[in-house]
T-cell receptor
């Protein structure tokens, strides 16, 4: 099955700096890559996703890039704010052969210091 | 904004006991999922459910586990005889279709003593 690795496990940045979280996947059939943010006491919430037919997607301060050849994808957060502090999970799925099953990375605890 | 809810938020049980974890998916969603996260490990897929039957299950989802949609709103996960290693956070998720965004509930923390 698919194996998703995520780095780093913890990340501390100063407010206003950028944060980058990287993930790799093993199954070349994976074609959908969501990123979830989990705040304390809440379930994971989707913040952005990318499908394998595009290389980059942006939504305000958040962007995701995908390199299918190298099988890795990254989350970029610019102009970080204290409210960005949370655990971020990457995931991968093969939307062709599995009915939505997501494979998750271990998560990255992001702390943004004011 | 519609959201997935789960009850209870924390369940403590003795080894060998049966537990039922409850979820209320978003009302117009058709696909339902259970995932779990053992402390310090990845979030793992357990099972997906569509049209009142299991669509897919992982190797974790053995005969001790079952899922049910007993009425039009609830989606439950039953663990028949809990083991210590079942201690984890259990997340329910729902989606409109299997290619659509999965919305997660806040989770139930299960502690087996």
């Amino acid at each position: 099955g698919e194996n998703v690795e995520q780095h780093p496990s913890t990340l501390s940045v100063q407010e206003g700096d950028s944060a980058v979280i990287k993930c790799t996947y093993s199954d070349s059939a994976s074609n959908y890559f969501p990123w979830y943010k989990q705040e304390l006491g809440k379930g994971p919430q989707l913040i952005i996703d990318i499908r394998s037919n595009v290389g980059e997607k942006k939504d305000q301060r958040i962007a995701v890039t995908l390199n299918k050849t190298a099988k890795h994808f990254s989350l970029h957060i610019t102009e970080t704010q204290p409210e960005d502090s949370a655990v971020y999970f990457c995931a991968a799925a093969d939307r062709g052969s599995t009915l939505g099953r997501l494979y998750f990375g271990r998560g990255t605890q992001l702390t943004v210091w004011p | 904004e519609p959201e997935v809810t789960q009850t209870p938020s924390h369940q403590v049980t003795q080894m060998g006991q049966e537990v039922i974890l409850r979820c209320v998916p978003i009302s117009n969603h058709l696909y339902f999922y259970w995932y779990r996260q053992i402390l310090g490990q990845k979030v793992e897929f357990l099972v997906s459910f569509y049209n009142n039957e299991i669509s897919e299950k992982s190797e974790i989802f053995d005969d001790q586990f079952s899922v049910e949609r007993p009425d039009g709103s609830n989606f439950t996960l039953k663990i028949r005889s809990t083991k210590l290693e079942d201690s984890a956070m259990y997340f329910c998720a729902s989606a409109l279709g299997y290619t659509d965004t999965q919305y997660f509930g806040p989770g139930t923390r299960l502690t087996v003593l």
